[in-house]
């Protein structure tokens, strides 16, 4: 059985180097990109989407979805630790007012696999509010193809 992520090395556990793999196969499914630019194995792989200047999160599929990971960018833009993380209902990172908001892009993720163009607000543990834009936002499908949760990436963010 594989280890719990430690606070310090979560891309070093085999739960999250296989979860890299599922967010980068599920990219490229959708998109036809890939999550970096060179190949790596699957232990570098993760490591470099955890150090990645970009933000990645993804949650899993439960009828509330729960955070169930998030690189090095996301931990420090949404100020979490990695065990705060990944216990969050995702909802709970965008304020009341904008859930609804949410909610209507995650059934158009569903529907349709992607999108490339989503902004939106959203808000840190500490309340602080930022506007993410141009995120892609995709279904994450295991290795039979069967949805798994989504996953979001995004590089520009601006504090309110």
Same mark, same amino acid.
């Given at each position: 059985?594989?280890?719990?992520?430690?606070?310090?090395?979560?891309? /070093?556990?085999?739960?999250?180097?296989?979860?890299?793999?599922?967010?980068?196969?599920?990219?490229?499914?959708?998109?036809?990109?890939?999550?970096?630019?060179?190949?790596?194995?699957?232990?570098?792989?993760?490591?470099?989407?955890?150090?990645?200047?970009?933000?990645?999160?993804?949650?899993?599929?439960?009828?509330?979805?729960?955070?169930?990971?998030?690189?090095?960018?996301?931990?420090?833009?949404?100020?979490?630790? !990695?065990?705060?993380?990944?216990?969050?209902?995702?909802?709970?990172?965008?304020?009341?007012?904008?859930?609804?908001? /949410?909610? /209507?892009?995650?059934?158009?993720?569903?529907?349709?696999?992607?999108?490339?163009?989503?902004?939106?607000?959203?808000?840190?543990?500490?309340?602080?509010?930022?506007?993410?834009?141009?995120?892609?936002?995709?279904?994450?499908?295991?290795? /039979?193809?069967?949805?798994?949760?989504?996953?979001?990436?995004?590089?520009? !963010?601006?504090?309110?």
């Amino acid at each position: 059985m594989a280890s719990p992520p430690t606070p310090d090395a979560p891309w /070093r556990t085999d739960i999250v180097i296989a979860h890299s793999q599922l967010l980068a196969r599920s990219l490229k499914h959708w998109t036809g990109r890939g999550l970096l630019p060179e190949n790596a194995g699957p232990a570098k792989l993760a490591e470099k989407i955890f150090r990645a200047p970009f933000v990645l999160v993804s949650h899993g599929t439960e009828p509330d979805p729960v955070l169930n990971y998030g690189n090095a960018a996301a931990l420090a833009l949404w100020e979490m630790s !990695w065990a705060e993380l990944t216990c969050t209902p995702s909802r709970l990172t965008a304020e009341a007012p904008n859930r609804a908001e /949410r909610a /209507r892009l995650l059934a158009a993720v569903s529907a349709r696999g992607f999108i490339d163009d989503y902004s939106g607000i959203r808000i840190s543990k500490t309340g602080r509010r930022f506007r993410i834009a141009q995120a892609t936002v995709w279904n994450l499908l295991d290795e /039979r193809g069967d949805y798994s949760g989504q996953a979001a990436m995004f590089s520009r !963010w601006e504090f309110l």
